[in-house]
Structure formats: structure tokens, C-alpha cells
């Protein structure tokens, strides 16, 4: 009896010894993330405080909506460029996101095989290829054969940029979802591309539109790409086969002046950038928070199971 009472005491002991450590590891490892988060996130505060301090001065309605102006007299806007990086973004997606979601599906649902290895691991080495690769690419294949600058070519080059950052990001997503899902679609008698759409992908959605939003937020500040496809203009939109100016290529033209008004358009521009970009996000998540996110193909996916019941 007293040997076990003994025993008792020592486990309880060694419990308390055990659970004070582990109290104490977890402290330590919240502190330690909690730095980690801090220590990331005043960059980019400090980043966001300097571009608003040094770009809110040359805000106006002038200046947003007006063409630019003789070179050092700081009169002049950036409407041209607002509207070409708009343009530019809604034709890259238009490109790059199907074939991405398309090939991310693939990959994570018919990725067991050799072809999807190797998409996968040319599609990662693709991921990591330098911009300005890619807009020599697109002015080989496009600008040359064509003979002129173009919006197509910048499109082009930026939804090269964006669909393996969709295919992975889709893919990853995918595969998070649980087999039992799926399972449960095969056991009412679902065909494999209604479970896919109507059931896997509704359960991905969050992580498949964050991706989405991600090459969005990367393609938006390329400079390299479209300075070898679309160039530059002064002038609005006129056509898909002349030169269009964009954003970053406004700001990186004013950046190389040395007029203080031109810098101040510089930094004006950039924070005009920042807001496109973040309106693009909180817009598109607001969408989809609302479920408005089915739309046509939701509708014809619905339509689809209903003739095969």
C-alpha cells in the first residue's frame, strides 16, 4: 500500500514537472512567433507610411484623370497609366487564371501519373523564372512577328507570370480537401468532373481565390515584362495593337527624373497602385464572402446534374 501511495506522489510529481515545462515551451514559442509577426510586419508598415506620407500631396482629381505633361513642369496626371494597368490586369487574368485553375485541377484530381510529375515540376521551375525572361519571350513570339508593340503581348507576358502561381496554388487547395468528400459524391452517383466542380472546388474556394489574388498583387507591380511589350504612352486606350502605358511603368519613367514634381508623381503613382491593388483583393473577397461567386458556371454545372438525373 505504501509503495503505491509512493508511486502516486512520484507520478503526480513528474506530471506537474512535465506540465510546468510544456507551459513554459509554450510561452516561449508564442513569444518567439509573436516577434516573427512584428519583425515582418514593420517593413511593410514602414513601406505603406512613406509611399502614403510622400503620395497623398499629389493626389487629385487633376492628377488621376488627366494625360501627363511636358517632362519637369509637374503638371499633367496619370489617367493613361491607371486605366492601361486596369486593362492590362483584367486581360493578363482573363488568360492566365482558366489555364491555371484548369491545370491545377488536373494535377491535384488526375495528377497521379507521370505526365502530371512532370507539368508539376516544370510548372514549379517555370514559377521561379525571372520577369524579365518572360517579357523577352513575349516580345520574341509576339512584338517581332507582329512588328509593333501591343496590349496582347503584355498580356501575354503577364499571364505567364500568373497561371503556374494559380495551377500550384489550385492544386494545393485541391488536395487539402478531404477524400470523403469526394467519396460521398461517388456514392450518390455523381460523375467525377460534377464532384470536382460542384463539391471539391466549393470546399477550395478560399485558398483557390487567395491564390488567384496573389499572382494579381505580383503581376500588378511588373515593370520588366512591359517595358518589351506594350512600351508606353501619354495617351488613353485606343487600341490592342499600339503601345498603352501602365502604372509601373509610369512610376519607374518618373523615378528616373530628377524633377522634385516628378517625384512627387512617382510616389503619388505608387500609392495609386497600392489602392488598385487593394480595392482588386477586398473587392474580390467581398464577392465571394456574399456566395455570389456561382454565377453561369455554377448554373450550367447545376443544369448538368440535372440531365443525368
Known amino acids: 500500500m505504501t509503495t503505491t501511495l509512493e508511486r502516486r506522489q512520484e507520478y ?26 512584428i519583425i515582418a510586419i514593420i ?13 497623398i500631396a499629389a493626389i487629385s482629381f487633376e492628377f ?27 486581360l493578363a487574368s482573363l488568360i492566365g487564371v482558366p489555364i491555371g485553375v484548369m491545370s491545377g485541377i488536373y494535377l491535384a484530381e488526375y495528377g497521379d501519373n507521370r505526365l502530371a510529375r512532370t507539368i508539376r515540376f516544370f510548372n514549379d521551375v517555370f514559377m521561379e523564372f525571372p520577369s ?22 503584355g498580356a501575354f507576358a503577364l499571364s505567364l507570370i500568373m497561371f503556374p502561381i494559380v495551377a500550384r496554388t489550385t492544386e494545393e487547395s485541391l488536395k487539402m480537401v478531404p477524400i470523403t468528400y469526394r467519396e460521398a459524391g461517388t456514392a450518390l452517383g ?9 463539391i471539391v472546388i466549393s470546399a477550395a474556394k478560399s485558398g483557390m481565390i487567395t491564390g488567384i489574388l496573389l499572382s494579381v498583387s505580383r503581376i500588378g507591380g511588373e515593370t520588366a515584362p512591359l517595358i518589351m511589350t506594350i512600351l508606353g504612352s501619354s495617351q488613353f486606350f485606343s487600341s490592342m495593337d499600339v503601345p498603352m502605358d501602365a502604372l509601373p511603368l ?9 524633377y522634385d514634381s516628378a517625384q512627387l508623381q512617382g510616389w503619388g503613382s505608387a500609392l495609386v497602385l497600392i489602392i488598385i491593388i487593394l480595392g482588386i483583393n477586398l473587392g474580390v473577397r467581398y464577392y465571394f ?21
Open 64 to 90: 488621376l484623370t488627366e494625360t501627363p505633361g511636358s517632362i519637369g513642369s509637374g503638371e499633367g496626371g496619370i489617367g493613361p497609366a491607371i486605366q492601361g494597368t486596369l486593362i492590362i490586369i483584367g
Open 250 to 258: 509610369r512610376i519607374w519613367r518618373l523615378s528616373l527624373l530628377p
Open 132 to 153: 524579365i525572361v518572360l517579357g523577352i519571350f513575349a516580345f520574341l513570339v509576339i512584338v517581332l512577328i507582329l512588328g509593333h508593340f501591343s496590349v496582347w503581348a
Open 12 to 37: 503526480r510529481a513528474l506530471f506537474k514537472s512535465n506540465v510546468a515545462k510544456r507551459l513554459v515551451v509554450d510561452k516561449v514559442v508564442r513569444i518567439i512567433v509573436f516577434a516573427c509577426v
Open 289 to 309: 464572402a456574399n456566395k455570389k461567386g456561382h454565377g453561369i458556371i455554377g448554373r450550367l454545372i447545376k443544369a448538368g446534374v440535372t440531365r443525368q438525373k
Open 190 to 198: 455523381l460523375k467525377k468532373w460534377v464532384i470536382t466542380f460542384r
Open 43 to 55: 517593413p511593410l508598415g514602414s513601406i505603406l507610411v512613406e509611399v502614403f506620407k510622400n503620395g
